[in-house]
């Protein structure tokens, strides 16, 4: 009988243990494929983010970078070399998240920068976190920043912000964002939790 129990007390000591890592892994995150690593359809493209305006348009590149990394997946690299495309108004990398109006959460991401210049003339803009609010009548707000623009060069650094939920409000699009400029941008380890 004391057999038995031990090896059951194993057991549910090895089933805690799966339920801790389990919740590690998920972090509650609510960004999906948020390490950018994950490309089940082999596109050379993470998963379940939308890449548009001039980050996408030739000879601008965007790929997955294993050399550059926050984490133990690739990193997504942007590079710019022109702004003569077409849709060179912004660039952005964007999922769209479902939110509930009132509570609040904590938005992050991890970027570095290479040379990142704005068009000539321009004085205030850079590379961000930026989005936009779906409301309950399915219209896109305008978009707003998060955090900072920032330029030129620096390591890897978190950008973090909260925000809380305006009324009447059913989807977040958190975008990895940058205004009209030129240069070379890493992304990695997007993240979306509550704030309880
Ligand atoms: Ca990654
Ligand atoms: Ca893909």
New binding site residues.
């Given amino acids: 009988m004391l057999l038995i129990l031990k090896k059951y007390h194993k057991i549910l000591i090895l089933l805690s243990m799966l339920a801790i890592s389990s919740l590690a892994w998920n972090d509650n995150n609510m960004v999906v494929n948020g390490d950018l690593g994950m490309?089940?359809?082999?596109?050379?493209?993470?998963?379940y983010w939308s890449i548009n305006w001039f980050f996408a348009e030739k000879p601008n590149q965007v790929y997955m970078d294993k050399d550059e990394k926050i984490d133990g997946n690739p990193s997504l690299k942007v590079v710019v070399s022109t702004l003569d495309v077409p849709n060179n108004f912004a660039g952005r990398i964007y999922q769209d998240i479902p939110v509930e109006s009132g509570k609040t959460y904590q938005v992050s991401v991890w970027v570095k920068a290479k040379d990142w210049q704005l068009l000539k003339g321009q004085e205030t803009g850079g590379v961000n976190l930026s989005y936009w609010l779906q409301g309950t009548n399915k219209q896109w707000s305008s978009r707003q920043d998060l955090t900072k623009p920032l330029t030129g060069t620096f390591n890897w650094r978190e950008l973090k912000e909260t925000i809380t939920i305006p009324a009447k409000t059913q989807a977040f699009r958190l975008a990895l964002f940058a205004y009209p400029g030129t240069g070379t941008i890493w992304f990695d380890n997007v993240k979306m939790v509550e704030v309880k």
């Fill in positions: 490309d089940w359809d082999k596109n050379g493209l993470p998963d």
